[in-house]
């Protein structure tokens, strides 16, 4: 993703806390969590004395690596993770120390901690998401039986009450909601590959390695590497944008009710002109839109990312850094965006 | 879609069985399904003569409608629905004819139509999909320990053995494989919401008329009509774009091995040059990258279309009518691409 | 671009005019013409006898190809050309007829011949185009004067008169009409490059060949060939893509003032609801939207085609042709619509 | 464009000195050059004393809006000019200060804005398309002699030098350049509108106060505004998605010739691998891939906000405030980028 935004643009289209998950910092946490978790992983299979490895973890874990030096290798090398071994493997020493990222490969940190970071997004999401629902809930309970004319193809047809068009909102959110614990699962899924994706330089260890770092970050171990092979991304890209697009739905659909008047929707507070003070635009529904329809567009470059080449792409991995974390972010900025605008709702359907 | 294709290019992209699912002859026949099950479901809830229902179900399921003014109400109705049920109005008499399509939408129609050719379109898929990773399976038994370089990030890495590339393509298709019964269940809803979606007009009796119509037709009743939130159809393009990205990584890793030359892989066969006859050109490795690339875009496309808005968005419906057969066709004609492409390896890997 | 379609759909989305262009008999019959003008290019270059010559040319434009085996062997080939080519070969003799063909490859061929095709679609969508902006401009001096309510961020803003929305809408078709002349001349370009893009097996004799082809095909000949820089059919491509994006937008506009209601426009006509007789629902307006956002996203494939590796990318020109003849006939579907739109409003504006 | 990104990926997607043409302050600057010479314009037309105008101009000028407030507002009104004009209204008093702002709206400043950050992108990215010709000569001129073995379909062709491929390279590069100068004019628009697009408010002094802004800013005034015909955004992202595109097939054919091996060339630098520290990988000319296909994507979102529902639509506004900067950045980072990558080529083709 690319640099410096504006700062205005970015409260109407980012989330800091989501953000946050994909910081340099939240990854090489990770990555020490990865490297602390081979160590273990090294030692459970013999390979490192065990009291030197629990030392060598406690040290990892304490690594605070130097941010600019890794950002500026990382230009060179396409990936952090060079530059961050460096510098790691200079702070440790004595026994054990020799087999600081053994057996591993930059992909390996980079895509576990996006696979840590997209859980943690998963639950900031659910979290936002059972919120509107509730909230959809009881607006539902407040206005469900006021008058509605129902709109199809953008024409007025039979009358139904605003329950109606409240419950296919909050039963789209509902569906997606139930399906988060299942993607979680398909998410949390350990990547470790080696170099080339075999784990050979493990050999009859690896097994017990990739176990052990799967248990040490509450990870699945699919049993093999996935370098090449990204459902558990593309999964999670997936959902995130089919709920922006449930949002998406309601914010087109607010808005319309906002073009047709107080006979649909009565809101507090709203967008002001500085052409024309008296007007309140339904600002946070037009941002939906907006959200849902870029992610819909980044959507498509995910699955352009899947074209993976042979044991590992330079190309597609850094298209998907580009576009993961935004996905996440406009998301989680539209559930967000989604709360504000059903609680500026202040009469939905016919007043009677 | 639109119209007339080149002739010769069809047979490069697009795929004849599958396209028959989508054509007039198919959606017509499953219009009918639709109305006479929903006769049974008007006789089951008491609004219609049993026998008058069964006579009707069997003149309706005989009817053949006029093709040709279907499609040219069609460009004014937007649907082809309305033509097609005033033909068969004038077809239909005696008690019960007056309440053919009593309760449903155009939309109805449409929809279920698409959910049954979807539904064939994943069976179809399927069985392809099974039929090429036993030909995989079979290239791993034959060339599975010929050495490899492995290839990360374009360049020569580690030596591997053929069967590590090969099982990558192929756990990606078997992992796609297992998916598809719970795809073919999520796709097989009814549609069924009458004008406004909410079965107003069936009162009381909607229910029963829905699960009947649902058991006729096979499939599953959710509860409610979908027409504007659409998971079964976004579902099943999801796992078909999916599958045409999995066979264009094989494509694009074919087409790197062969750009190697026979260090790599050998041919039988392959496209011939009009100007340099010694060529042969991975022609269908090409095939599944250009296949995997264009369904990424309408992927991208189909999100858009969740944008539904109001009760019936017939903007998003086109959108979906003009993307959701080509995703099929492009996966289907890749599956069998792909079958040509790893039928035409004599050997892959190193001569030893 | 995939298989049969279905015929009522062709209907709403297809333009048979334009499809024709890019038939197989429209892509032979510029074969052919390239294969005959080549042959008097090598005569002006004194290869082949100049009577020989112009014997062959006539003959290679009456010759008739067999398209089905044409299209059997393009599976193999990825490309027509080469059996093509083989047919025509095999229907001549004597002298010069060996030459058939010299020194041009298969994409010299299927390019020009797109480029013939683009330029005849930019010639129908032109004529088209002035026909709707005439129509915009009776809708003008007709309703123009009318009071409307413009409409920011989906609000009711100050007061304008019809003609200011009329005006912005043909105001951009102008500023499209305006640059046909200029695309027409950067797609109308000979591609001539043979087998590897240098023209290197004509040697000295290369340019006066190019030049004699351009001249018989009228096109340009921009002194090298183009065959992985792909601009005259991204320009065409994009002109058209904006071209559709002007007619949604009018699509959209007279959509929501549909849904605001007679306050805003009338129309006669309009489509059928199978469940609501008495709806008449703004159906071409909605299919403008629907083509809009589906070129919207081939144009972005467009884009990705542009990636044309090395001297010749059968991923990047298969892609091309799925994409570019469905931009070109759903912009020609969209002009087609946007006047029976047009010509369907009986009022735009406030009665007064 | 969404939040806080991950800093190394920063350095290698983004680019800083693009990025500042976006930042608030740049663009609350331009907000200030905009208010400034509207004052002008009034004052031009008679409805501010001069000497009193030249003083507020003065003062506008000078004028340091608190940002954070800005972006805390922007949320609520959609725009951060409501918030921006509130402020400066406060700072400001005397003979004309009422008439701060008087016939513009938001999106004027906003679109004006826009436009001067554009045209500095131009400058930026064209003095570095010179550049990269430059070194692309040099290439030519040193290597361009060497023999190399063409590749078309993925398969060894006939000889070419060297000077054939990087002549490609740089005729597409020359050609965009070629067309700075226009796009410069076409982009460089004043955008002027008013509430709703015609001026209203300005009555007959509309004009002299439009000519009179545009000469300030040194803009063109086509004439009225363009709120929702978005041509000189459309053309300006295409021109620079079309750079990344030719950028990114350069990426390709270096990182294809870097899989082929010292046959084809030969680099200095390159990046390191973490687990295979002999490796020197192409990163670069993976990262211009990357570039590519991410603008390819995000250009067709692009053409979706072109479909602009009425006389302004918040919801396409704020989709292309999310995607112009994001497509400039990576243009920009990809010249650089490429600039990295043919400096480190120490031989292309073939040693003789």
């Not at 440790?92 to 996006?114: C, I, N, Y």
């Not at 176990?211 to 699919?222: E, Q, R, S």
Request: charged share 25%; glycine share 10%; aromatic share 4%.
């Amino acid at each position: 993703m690319p640099g410096e935004q504006s700062g205005w643009l970015r409260g109407l289209t980012g989330d800091q806390e989501i953000a946050a998950r994909f910081s340099d910092q939240a990854q090489f946490e990770s990555f020490a969590r990865f490297e602390s978790a081979l160590i273990a992983g090294l030692a459970n299979a013999g390979l490192i004395d065990v009291g030197a490895a629990s030392d060598l973890e406690y040290r990892i874990l304490k690594f605070k690596p130097d941010e600019k030096r890794i950002a500026a290798a990382a230009v060179i090398d396409g990936v952090p993770v060079p530059e961050y071994v460096r510098q790691l493997r200079r702070t440790l020493s004595g026994p054990g120390s020799e087999l600081v990222h053994h057996g591993a490969t930059s992909q390996d940190l980079t895509d576990t901690a996006t696979v840590e970071a997209l859980r943690k997004v998963v639950d900031i999401a659910s979290a936002r998401l059972d919120l509107l629902i509730a909230d959809l809930d009881a607006l539902e309970e407040r206005d469900g039986r006021r008058p509605l004319k129902a709109i199809t193809r953008m024409q007025e047809a039979l009358h139904i009450q605003a329950s109606a068009r409240i419950r296919i909102w909050s039963d789209s959110l509902k569906a997606l909601s139930e399906r988060a614990p299942s993607l979680r699962l398909e998410t949390g899924k350990l990547q470790f590959g080696g170099a080339v994706g075999d784990l050979q330089a493990l050999g009859e260890n690896a097994e017990t390695v990739a176990v052990t770092i799967a248990d040490k970050l509450g990870l699945d171990w699919p049993g093999n590497g996935w370098h090449t092979t990204r459902r558990p991304f593309l999964a999670c890209a997936g959902w995130l944008t089919e709920l922006s697009a449930a949002l998406g739905k309601i914010g087109q659909d607010v808005a319309m009710m906002a073009l047709r008047g107080s006979v649909d929707i009565a809101f507090s507070g709203g967008g002001s002109s500085s052409a024309m003070p008296n007007k309140q635009n339904p600002v946070a529904a037009e941002r939906l839109v907006a959200l849902a329809r870029f992610n819909a567009s980044l959507m498509g470059a995910m699955h352009q990312a899947q074209i993976h080449e042979m044991e590992r792409s330079g190309a597609a991995m850094t298209l998907e850094w580009m576009v993961l974390p935004q996905i996440c972010e406009t998301t989680g900025c539209g559930l967000l965006a989604c709360r504000e605008l059903i609680g500026s709702v202040t009469r939905m359907g016919r007043e009677t």
